[in-house]
């Protein structure tokens, strides 16, 4: 018997209070937790101050305040996607601002930051992941010099005088010789250094250097060993215990696990088959902390979770710690307290103080203050399918959920499969105001975690490897299948979407395969050749795993080319981007948007003034989402409840004649 409290109207059709309006004013992104004694700082990015990123301080007392003010943004463009712009110690923050890349300090309670580096042409000289030496006399920085002529950037590290700034000095040169470098941590006197290296072709989470070194009088480095890792074990976030022992993250075993370096041997504390390290896209991920030096307190991912722990040095035993999050990261401990970015299915990402006694946790602050009653709120179920060759994927689905609407008898709903960015990235099943307002509207959703993704192990990332545009598609289309053979969707109206990586996964799967009949592609790759002859010098050999070594292997870059294969298209397609994007730029979406077009096919084609890889101004946010929700009305047939702005759709009315 049908509900007589619920209106019947077509799926995609139905009216939400998840709204893109909604969305952009109450959300902000949270990260960056840090202690200071007793204060709590945090980092937020606010799409409402056109994404600005706002170091937040919380005193003892309750009391919170915005550090750095207007127009001061702590963001680094180093590798281009930041991370680590801040740290603080000893009631003075030191940030890296985003329009002069400058490193700044701010003394708490004073108004004004003052530069501690000098002004660069065009903020070619870029810092990030700051760390300042135990007595307050170094700042040590990853350093990032952009020259002229096409010259590749040079990555360093630097120490910075932080006792008088006048002189506002570059820094002194005191690692260099590797293409990358990351994660400088002083042990607790400031005796000895560490931080890792990686060199061209590698990714981070390829393979990687760990290395140590003593501290000079004058902050330079003395007799510098590597310690672990090589060109086929990557190394994450190394640290110093409290008692001066040096701890890591190394995947040698095919997990990322946690290590220590003892009389010079690399022992595993506690070896498992479970992630305890992530992917360094960005600067100062951390995923474990020491509540004492034979204690610590970690994040790990087992199955298709996050839990949070404490482990045991000695005897390796790891005891859970329950917490109502199921994605959890960025831990940091004081005391008995520890914080940490928390999410699951049924609350957004928030900032979270635990008592690790006693388990109680607060949320200190939340992504989004949009509330999402159970009526509209959609639970991932998470699915294992089969795929190419006999393997299996992973994925989330969202079913529809809107308790005041159904669909008319013998409707199933549209599918959009989202495709990860990356690829070496991962999705997870924090609650996303962004995948709701898709099901509350009636369109269900499959959240690929294809081969190639964080949280499976080594040899799962390496699925990918040679094979970008294949293994990634096939999962994206097994997903769907999957979903198809169960009965649960709509065949006909199956689109997928994505940005970056995601955005080539979603070209790729349009052109290469004829099972999706719609996409969206936010800054997407469309011609790989482009993305390796002219992109950001972080990713400029990526490609060399992902596909092939350039140009050596040109005929495999052309052949995975969207580009190339637009007659192969049968499908429309709206393309999204930053005019600003360094990492893919414009030209990528412009190509394939011509050619879409020209082949005859609807398409559209929206750019964004002063965006880079990523949206972070509010109102673009929303025009995207409601523009990919009123394209896709127009061409699976139905209208959508919002009052959104039209735009212009190639070759719409000829194919609706």
């Given at each position: 018997?049908?509900n007589s409290?619920?209106?019947?109207?077509p799926?995609?059709?139905?009216?939400?209070?998840?709204?893109?309006d909604?969305?952009?004013?109450?959300?902000?992104?949270?990260?960056?937790?840090?202690?200071?004694?007793e204060?709590i700082?945090?980092l937020?990015?606010?799409?409402?101050?056109?994404?600005r990123?706002?170091?937040?301080?919380?005193?003892?007392?309750?009391r919170?305040?915005?550090?750095?003010?207007?127009?001061?943004?702590a963001?680094?463009?180093?590798?281009e996607?930041?991370?680590?712009?801040y740290?603080?110690?000893?009631?003075?923050?030191?940030?890296?601002n985003?329009?002069d890349?400058r490193i700044?300090r701010?003394?708490?309670?004073?108004r004004m930051?003052e530069p501690?580096?000098p002004e660069?042409?065009?903020?070619s000289i870029?810092?990030?992941?700051?760390?300042v030496a135990?007595?307050g006399?170094?700042?040590?920085?990853?350093?990032e010099?952009h020259?002229?002529?096409g010259?590749?950037?040079?990555?360093t590290?630097v120490?910075?005088?932080?006792?008088?700034?006048?002189e506002?000095?570059?820094?002194?040169?005191?690692?260099?010789?590797?293409d990358?470098?990351?994660?400088p941590r002083f042990?607790?006197?400031g005796?000895h250094?560490?931080?890792?290296?990686?060199?061209?072709?590698?990714?981070?989470?390829?393979?990687?250097?760990?290395?140590?070194?003593?501290?000079?009088?004058?902050g330079?480095?003395?007799d510098?060993?590597?310690v672990a890792?090589g060109?086929?074990e990557?190394?994450?976030?190394?640290e110093w215990?409290?008692?001066?022992?040096l701890?890591?993250?190394s995947?040698?075993?095919?997990w990322?696990?946690?290590?220590?370096?003892?009389?010079s041997?690399v022992e595993?504390i506690?070896?498992?088959e479970?992630e305890f390290?992530?992917p360094?896209?960005?600067f100062g991920?951390?995923?474990?902390?020491?509540?004492?030096?034979?204690?610590i307190?970690?994040?790990?991912?087992?199955?298709?979770r996050?839990?949070l722990?404490r482990l045991?040095?000695?005897?390796g035993?790891?005891d859970?710690?329950e917490?109502p999050?199921?994605?959890?990261e960025?831990?940091?401990?004081?005391?008995?307290?520890?914080l940490?970015q928390?999410g699951a299915?049924d609350?957004?990402?928030?900032l979270?103080?635990i008592d690790l006694?006693?388990g109680e946790?607060e949320?200190?602050?939340?992504s989004?203050?949009?509330?999402?009653?159970?009526a509209f709120?959609?639970?991932?179920?998470?699915?294992?399918?089969?795929?190419?060759?006999g393997l299996?994927?992973?994925?989330?689905?969202?079913?529809?959920?809107?308790?005041?609407?159904r669909?008319?008898?013998?409707?199933k709903?549209?599918l959009?499969?989202?495709?990860?960015?990356?690829?070496?990235?991962?999705t997870?099943?924090?609650?996303?105001?962004s995948?709701?307002?898709?099901?509350s509207?009636?369109i269900?959703?499959?959240d690929?975690?294809?081969?190639?993704?964080?949280?499976?192990?080594?040899?799962y990332?390496?699925?990918?490897n040679?094979?970008w545009g294949?293994?990634?598609?096939d999962?994206?289309?097994?997903a769907?299948?999957?979903?198809i053979?169960?009965?649960?969707?709509?065949?006909?109206?199956?689109?997928?979407?994505?940005?970056s990586?995601?955005g080539y996964t979603t070209?790729a799967?349009?052109t290469?395969?004829?099972?999706?009949k719609?996409?969206?592609s936010?800054?997407g790759?469309?011609?790989?050749?482009v993305?390796?002859?002219?992109?950001h010098k972080?990713?400029?050999?990526?490609?060399?795993?992902l596909?092939?070594?350039y140009p050596q292997?040109?005929?495999?870059?052309?052949s995975r080319s969207?580009i190339?294969?637009?007659?192969?298209?049968?499908?429309p397609?709206?393309?999204?981007?930053?005019?600003?994007?360094?990492v893919?730029?414009?030209?990528?979406?412009?190509?394939?948007?011509e050619a879409v077009?020209?082949?005859?096919?609807p398409?559209?084609y929206?750019t964004?003034?002063?965006?880079?890889?990523?949206?972070?101004?509010?109102?673009?946010?929303k025009r995207?989402?409601?523009?990919?929700?009123?394209?896709y009305g127009?061409?699976?047939g139905?209208?959508?409840?919002?009052?959104i702005?039209p735009?212009r759709?190639?070759n719409?009315?000829?194919r609706?004649?």
């Amino acid at each position: 018997m049908k509900n007589s409290g619920t209106s019947e109207a077509p799926y995609g059709s139905w009216k939400s209070p998840i709204t893109s309006d909604a969305i952009v004013a109450t959300t902000i992104s949270v990260g960056g937790t840090s202690f200071d004694g007793e204060d709590i700082y945090w980092l937020e990015n606010r799409p409402q101050e056109g994404g600005r990123a706002v170091i937040v301080r919380l005193a003892p007392d309750g009391r919170r305040e915005d550090v750095n003010p207007p127009p001061f943004n702590a963001r680094s463009r180093v590798h281009e996607y930041g991370g680590g712009a801040y740290t603080v110690k000893d009631g003075v923050v030191y940030f890296t601002n985003f329009v002069d890349q400058r490193i700044y300090r701010q003394r708490v309670g004073s108004r004004m930051p003052e530069p501690m580096t000098p002004e660069s042409k065009e903020a070619s000289i870029r810092y990030t992941d700051l760390a300042v030496a135990p007595r307050g006399t170094w700042l040590v920085s990853v350093r990032e010099e952009h020259g002229a002529g096409g010259r590749e950037p040079v990555n360093t590290l630097v120490s910075v005088d932080v006792g008088d700034v006048s002189e506002r000095h570059p820094g002194m040169v005191i690692a260099e010789g590797h293409d990358f470098y990351a994660s400088p941590r002083f042990d607790a006197d400031g005796s000895h250094l560490t931080w890792i290296s990686w060199d061209h072709p590698n990714m981070p989470w390829d393979g990687s250097e760990l290395w140590v070194a003593e501290v000079g009088a004058r902050g330079d480095l003395i007799d510098a060993k590597r310690v672990a890792g090589g060109r086929a074990e990557s190394i994450f976030q190394p640290e110093w215990s409290p008692d001066g022992v040096l701890y890591f993250i190394s995947d040698r075993t095919g997990w990322w696990n946690l290590c220590r370096l003892e009389d010079s041997r690399v022992e595993a504390i506690c070896p498992r088959e479970a992630e305890f390290g992530l992917p360094q896209w960005v600067f100062g991920l951390r995923t474990y902390d020491f509540l004492s030096p034979t204690t610590i307190v970690c994040t790990y991912q087992e199955g298709d979770r996050t839990h949070l722990a404490r482990l045991a040095i000695d005897t390796g035993r790891l005891d859970p710690v329950e917490t109502p999050h199921t994605e959890i990261e960025g831990i940091r401990v004081h005391g008995e307290h520890a914080l940490y970015q928390g999410g699951a299915p049924d609350r957004q990402t928030e900032l979270v103080r635990i008592d690790l006694a006693t388990g109680e946790t607060e949320a200190l602050r939340r992504s989004s203050t949009l509330e999402i009653e159970e009526a509209f709120l959609s639970i991932p179920e998470p699915l294992e399918f089969l795929t190419e060759n006999g393997l299996t994927a992973h994925a989330f689905f969202y079913p529809p959920k809107n308790d005041r609407f159904r669909a008319p008898d013998g409707e199933k709903p549209p599918l959009l499969v989202l495709s990860h960015g990356g690829p070496t990235s991962a999705t997870d099943t924090t609650l996303s105001p962004s995948v709701q307002y898709w099901t509350s509207r009636g369109i269900a959703v499959v959240d690929v975690n294809y081969g190639g993704s964080t949280g499976y192990g080594r040899a799962y990332r390496e699925r990918l490897n040679g094979e970008w545009g294949v293994v990634d598609v096939d999962d994206s289309v097994h997903a769907a299948k999957h979903l198809i053979d169960a009965g649960r969707v709509d065949p006909g109206r199956i689109a997928i979407r994505g940005g970056s990586a995601g955005g080539y996964t979603t070209l790729a799967a349009l052109t290469f395969r004829d099972l999706f009949k719609a996409g969206a592609s936010y800054y997407g790759i469309c011609d790989l050749e482009v993305l390796a002859r002219d992109t950001h010098k972080f990713e400029s050999r990526y490609l060399d795993s992902l596909i092939g070594p350039y140009p050596q292997t040109i005929d495999l870059y052309k052949s995975r080319s969207p580009i190339h294969f637009v007659d192969r298209l049968s499908c429309p397609i709206i393309f999204f981007q930053g005019l600003d994007d360094k990492v893919v730029p414009p030209n990528q979406a412009e190509l394939m948007f011509e050619a879409v077009r020209k082949a005859g096919f609807p398409t559209a084609y929206l750019t964004f003034e002063g965006e880079g890889h990523g949206f972070r101004k509010a109102e673009n946010i929303k025009r995207a989402l409601d523009g990919e929700l009123y394209f896709y009305g127009k061409v699976f047939g139905f209208s959508p409840a919002d009052a959104i702005e039209p735009m212009r759709i190639e070759n719409l009315s000829a194919r609706e004649a």
